[in-house]
């Protein structure tokens, strides 16, 4: 590419993408069982496990992105084996108003879900390349409940959307 079509030029216009990657992770009131951050790099069924603890505060997931400039999306691709009346609260730390800043929940599931969260006031969410997640539980935990994480990807730009996109066509 650029070709020519009787005398007009094509030019391919996608503008160019990256993908962030989980560089650091700390767990409170759960207990991590895998231990082994590249898990959260990869769509490849190999998950991050939690086993959620018992009674206040059972799970919190911290992870944090580093070199970050800026980015528009939020992909995870989770399993939580809960109850339908525990919530997880997807969050990313907001250092303006300095608050996680809710930006998706999700439930006990029978399988795993891919999770697309548009961000639009990443510029809030940035501090010295520093971008800060959370998943965190709300009601009083079950330490028979457990999640799973296949991935979690911050994405600047439009291909990995198109990628996913086609994977799960295929």
Not at 37 to 50: H, Q, R, V
Not at 68 to 79: K, T
Not at 157 to 167: A, E, K, N, P, T
Request: hydrophobic letters at 40%.
């Amino acid at each position: 590419f650029p070709s020519h079509d009787n005398g007009v030029q094509c030019v391919l216009r996608v503008d160019p993408s990256t993908t962030y990657y989980v560089n650091s992770t700390a767990i409170a009131g759960g207990t991590n069982t895998t231990s082994n951050i590249s898990l959260l790099n990869s769509y490849d069924g190999l998950s991050y496990n939690i086993s959620e603890g018992n009674g206040a505060e059972p799970l919190t997931f911290y992870m944090n992105f580093t070199n970050v400039s800026s980015f528009g999306q939020m992909f995870v691709r989770e399993y939580y084996l809960g109850s339908a009346s525990h919530f997880i609260k997807v969050q990313i730390w907001d250092y303006d108003d300095n608050v996680w800043e809710d930006y998706f929940e999700f439930v006990g599931q029978d399988g795993f879900t891919i999770i697309s969260v548009p961000v639009l006031d990443s510029s809030e969410h940035i501090s010295g390349g520093i971008v800060k997640v959370r998943f965190y539980h709300v009601q009083n935990g079950v330490s028979s409940h457990r999640l799973y994480i296949d991935f979690v990807w911050l994405q600047n730009g439009i291909r990995l959307v198109l990628v996913l996109i086609l994977m799960v066509m295929l």
